[in-house]
């Protein structure tokens, strides 16, 4: 870890104590709460349960009757499999906006801890955490990328390197619903590329995708070709919270 992200993470911690106030519903918690959310905020989250999508990793419901979810059944993705921690309702949406459009940059290093146990609870191994990157002009506005904030976090715990910057942002893609294979592809390629700057060995090397949310896959997708384009082994991606599994409209 560099001195800066040192100074970030001491910065951080002077400003907003971790475990004094619920992450989600700022009620007042103990120093024993897990990500620093109270037990009522614990209950309202969709938490992981014992089916989830093999491909994907998309929470599924315990009388859904298939190993993948309806969009992995539809089409197939770049990476080779997804994790996430929750699934996407009201509670996680006011936390994620909180974090992402509301200044609180200090959610992440707890969002990066749950991130860290759900993937302690799977038998792969990485040689590179890399989180998605946002467009520069978004990033300058925001002022940080929620994503980056998460990987180190998750590097810190884990002892993997972490490398914010390997995948650069050139364009925004389009929504993916709608589009057929082709275009899709189409849409995909060229929205990511591995960074000039990057220094980080690629070739056959196992890497951690590292979002937010996990909803369509497309940026999961698109920076998933832009690092087997360069050689990536392996490549799979974690993010904190996933989209429902909804069948697709006839
Ligand atoms: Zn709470
Ligand atoms: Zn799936």
Redesign the pocket.
């Given at each position: 870890m560099g001195v800066f992200e040192k100074g970030f993470e001491k910065a951080m911690e002077w400003i907003y104590p971790s475990n004094i106030y619920?992450i989600?519903?700022?009620?007042i918690i103990d120093n024993s709460r897990d990500y620093a959310?109270?037990d009522?905020?614990m209950q309202r989250f969709h938490w992981l349960g014992e089916k989830t999508c093999q491909k994907c990793g998309k929470i599924l419901s315990p009388d859904y009757r298939n190993p993948l979810c309806w969009d992995c059944r539809t089409f197939d993705h770049e990476f080779d499999r997804g994790f996430t921690c929750v699934q996407y309702g009201l509670y996680e949406r006011g936390l994620l906006m909180d974090y992402k459009y509301r200044g609180k940059a200090y959610i992440g290093r707890k969002l990066g801890d749950a991130l860290y146990d759900r993937m302690s609870l799977e038998e792969e191994t990485f040689d590179l955490l890399v989180p998605v990157p946002m467009h520069r002009k978004k990033q300058a506005r925001r002022g940080y990328n929620q994503a980056d904030i998460m990987a180190r976090r998750m590097s810190r715990r884990s002892g993997i390197p972490c490398a914010p910057g390997l995948l650069q942002r050139r364009r925004e893609t389009l929504p993916m619903k709608g589009l057929g294979p082709f275009e899709r592809y189409e849409n995909l390629r060229g929205a990511f590329s591995v960074s000039p700057q990057n220094h980080y060995p690629i070739e056959g090397k196992r890497i951690l995708l590292i979002d937010d949310i996990y909803t369509t896959g497309s940026t999961a997708d698109a920076c998933s070709l832009a690092l087997r384009e360069a050689g990536a082994g392996r490549v799979c991606v974690v993010s904190f919270a996933c989209g429902a599994n909804i069948p697709p409209k006839q």
């Open positions: 619920c989600s519903c700022g009620s959310l109270c009522s905020c």
